[in-house]
């Protein structure tokens, strides 16, 4: 097990991580955005660019053993039955499209999502509306529980409920289980955009009830931008009409004098053409830290993070947490009751501290490996003004 920054104590807590050169006095909190490489990213990155430039293609089998194990760590990761089960996409954008077009859809059908969705897992649903599927997103704050708003949004011609497992501006963390279990009940299928957790949470698509979940690599899980995790329960993957077609998506990939054809049996009949492979080594060596370390260890060590945060800004008056205390998972978005958000955010950065502008305030979003003191850090650029 790979070891973690420190202990809950920022007293005691070891400043650096071996894996995370970060430029000196540069405090990282922006990993629901695009998170920096650790250390054997780069250095993978780096060797299958040389190999690239010495030998082109001539090792292209250990190339695609990198692309099973990379399989096999996105299985274990979200819990699925097979590593057959998993598809390596461009983006998560890309599998909701998939999803949005490949279902059959009738007038009237409607698909349920939440208010505070990133536009991806918004628009998409939108677009069917030429079909004449109602979009309707619930009002996550309109009922006890913002489960219970999503449930509430559903009635006999719901197809299909989307839902973020974070939201990626207030930080809420969905109970991705009660949903599913909703779902089951309802027949509704049931779409999870896992991106602002995989990576920092523990993650298990088949106790969620998960029909499909998608995520890209570069937040959470520490990769390279441009691959992403696209799973479908297996009893569906056949119900999905396919609109992209070639060589890589076939059963019987590589027998290029075969005319006959038919697509893939496993997850891969979605990955139309030649994989990225310099996608595929960056995730993958990013991965193996995660597994090292232990998504328990890692999870644990985020929410330690994240509460750290939430207490230190709660306690003071200049500020107004917008994240939920007993929803929390890696985000953390705070507001100034003096201060404009943007005009924060800019003091922020000119302070060192990387972090994004989201909610109407500013999003902070540690991850395991973050310093204790850059958290103190964070929190005296915060309140003290200049």
Not at 29 to 41: D, F, G, S
Not at 141 to 157: F, I, N, V
Not at 329 to 346: K, P
Request: with cysteine.
């Amino acid at each position: 097990m790979a070891k973690l920054t420190g202990s809950t104590d920022p007293e005691t807590a070891v400043p650096n991580h071996p894996e995370f050169p970060l430029e000196e006095g540069l405090i990282y909190l922006n990993h629901a955005a695009v998170a920096p490489w650790p250390r054997r990213t780069t250095e993978a990155v780096h060797a299958f660019a040389e190999e690239n430039s010495r030998r082109g293609a001539a090792d292209y089998p250990l190339w695609h053993a990198v692309e099973t194990r990379l399989r096999e760590r996105l299985q274990r990761l979200i819990g699925a039955p097979s590593a057959a089960d998993i598809a390596l996409l461009k983006s998560t954008s890309e599998g909701l499209s998939v999803i949005a077009h490949g279902l059959d859809w009738e007038a009237g059908d409607n698909v349920v999502i939440s208010d505070q969705e990133f536009p991806s897992n918004r628009i998409v649903w939108e677009s069917l509306a030429r079909y004449g599927v109602e979009t309707r997103q619930a009002g996550l704050a309109a009922r006890a529980t913002p489960e219970e708003a999503m449930m509430a949004a559903c009635d006999d011609r719901t197809r299909l409920l989307s839902v973020s497992s974070v939201q990626y501006a207030t930080g809420l963390r969905m109970d991705l289980e009660a949903l599913g279990a909703f779902c089951r009940r309802r027949g509704i299928l049931f779409c999870v955009d896992a991106i602002q957790s995989l990576g920092a949470l523990r993650f298990d698509a088949q106790a969620a009830g998960a029909d499909f979940v998608v995520a890209d690599g570069h937040k959470w899980m520490l990769g390279p931008e441009g691959i992403a995790l696209f799973y479908v329960r297996p009893a569906l993957r056949e119900r999905l009409r396919l609109y992209q077609y070639g060589w890589h998506m076939v059963e019987h990939m590589g027998d290029f004098a075969r005319s006959e054809w038919e697509p893939a049996a496993s997850a891969r009949r979605f990955e139309c053409g030649s994989p990225n492979m310099l996608g595929i080594h960056g995730l993958e060596a990013s991965l193996s830290l995660l597994e090292e370390t232990g998504m328990e260890a890692v999870e644990a060590a985020v929410l330690e993070r994240s509460e750290f945060l939430h207490r230190r800004c709660s306690e003071c008056g200049e500020l107004e947490v917008i994240t939920p205390a007993g929803r929390l998972a890696g985000i953390v978005t705070v507001r100034s009751r003096r201060e404009e958000a943007g005009a924060l955010h800019e003091r922020l950065t000119g302070q060192g501290v990387v972090c994004i502008q989201r909610g109407g305030g500013v999003r902070l979003s540690p991850h395991f490996y973050t310093p204790w003191e850059d958290l103190e850090k964070a929190v005296e650029s915060l309140i003290l003004r200049t």
